[in-house]
């Protein structure tokens, strides 16, 4: 009944409350990449893509430039592997290019 409000006060305890009850997990900061060109901030996904027959899959690599939404890259592979998204990164680094600084984020799963 969150949210309900009446004279019985049923949904009420949470009324104007900003901050978290007591006991709530501490909020935590999320890092933020910022670009303010191209080439400076790239991000990658795997996402699940229907084959020709019931139950099967492929699973599609993309990586996109996120100042200018720029898909520059795209690998479809019948499984999913870190080898094959570190491959992914290494040739689209390597054509599009990267400055020294960049490093990157997360771990293929």
């Known amino acids: 009944m969150f949210g309900v409000h009446d004279v019985s ?13 007591a006991g709530a997990a501490p909020s935590t ?3 933020e990449l910022v670009a303010t060109a191209p080439r400076q901030v790239y991000s990658w996904d795997i996402t ?9 899959y ?7 430039d996120i100042y200018s939404r720029y898909l520059v890259g795209v690998h479809v592979h019948a499984h ?6 570190r ?9 599009h290019g990267a400055r020294r600084s960049c490093t990157p984020i997360g771990e293929p799963r």
Do not use: N, W
């Not at 006060?9 to 009850?21: I, S």
């Not at 999913?80 to 998204?85: I, K």
């Not at 491959?87 to 054509?95: D, F, N, R, T």
């Open 9 to 21: 006060g049923v949904g009420t305890e949470h009324a104007g409350r900003r901050t978290p009850p």
């Open 29 to 31: 900061v999320c890092p």
């Open 48 to 56: 699940k893509l229907a084959g020709p027959v019931k139950g099967t």
């Open 58 to 64: 492929f699973d599609a690599y993309v990586m996109i």
């Open 80 to 85: 999913e592997s870190g080898v094959l998204a």
């Open 87 to 95: 491959e992914l990164m290494e040739q689209i680094l390597s054509v």
